[in-house]
T-cell receptor, first 111, second 115 residues
Framework: GESVGLHLPTLSVQEGDNSIINCAYS??????FIWYKQESGKGPQFIID?????DKRQGQRVTVLLNKTVKHLSLQIAATQPGDSAVYFC??????????FGAGTTVTVRA | GAVVSQHPSRVICKSGTSVKIECRSL??????MFWYRQFPKQSLMLMAT?????????EQGVEKDKFLINHASLTLSTLTVTSAHPEDSSFYIC???????????FGPGTRLTVL
């Protein structure tokens, strides 16, 4: 079946730099995309979402970009901080609210 | 708002025993709850969708007789792992949505270790 996947399993970034996390999805019927942050031993924490009728959405220090042509989703984190170190998952959903999660990217922030 | 809790946060049990995990929506009514399983360094895999007052819908490959789900009220869903074995050791996470909203609110997870 179709699933959401991520390009890179790990990302190391210098504190203060911008981070970009990528995600490829394959289900063209998905109309809702979400980025989650998961710290060790905890449940996923919502970061930002975007619907398929948009190509960009901004939050506090985060921006999600959606390219439906190539089925690509990215999360940009501005001025990365040590507290941003975590595993980041993209997820896709449809009308039935079920989510399919990608493999996850581990972000490590260097001081 | 929109807080989901799980109990217990971690449990260790002997092989062959059954373990019940509770998922509660603390400040909203959850019409639908989801149960996920996450193995170390892997992603979340949806196990089942639970709607209040009706039978859960299980994903392909998930044994409904082994993973019993009950969603008896709008604030509580339970997952019972029956006759647990070491391969059932995992991080179990629930989430909940309210009414027509699409955002899922996740619980903190339950670490199950089967000896």
């Amino acid at each position: 079946g179709e699933s959401v996947g991520l390009h890179l399993p790990t990302l190391s970034v210098q504190e203060g730099d911008n981070s970009i996390i990528n995600c490829a999805y394959s289900n063209s019927a998905s109309d809702y995309f979400i980025w989650y942050k998961q710290e060790s031993g905890k449940g996923p924490q919502f970061i930002i979402d975007i619907r398929s009728n948009m190509d960009k959405r901004q939050g506090q220090r985060v921006t999600v970009l959606l390219n439906k042509t190539v089925k690509h989703l990215s999360l940009q984190i501005a001025a990365t901080q040590p507290g941003d170190s975590a595993v980041y998952f993209c997820a896709e959903g449809q009308n039935d609210y079920k989510l399919s999660f990608g493999a996850g990217t581990t972000v490590t922030v260097r001081a | 708002g929109a807080v989901v809790s799980q109990h217990p946060s971690r449990v260790i049990c002997k092989s062959g025993t059954s373990v019940k995990i509770e998922c509660r929506s603390l400040d909203f009514q959850a019409t639908t709850m989801f149960w996920y399983r996450q193995f170390p360094k892997q992603s979340l895999m949806l196990m089942a969708t639970s709607n209040e007052g009706s039978k859960a819908t299980y994903e392909q490959g998930v044994e409904k007789d082994k993973f019993l789900i009950n969603h008896a009220s709008l604030t509580l869903s339970t997952l019972t792992v029956t006759s647990a074995h070491p391969e059932d050791s995992s991080f179990y996470i629930c989430s909940a949505i309210s009414g027509g909203a699409s955002e899922q609110f996740f619980g903190p997870g339950t670490r199950l270790t089967v000896l």
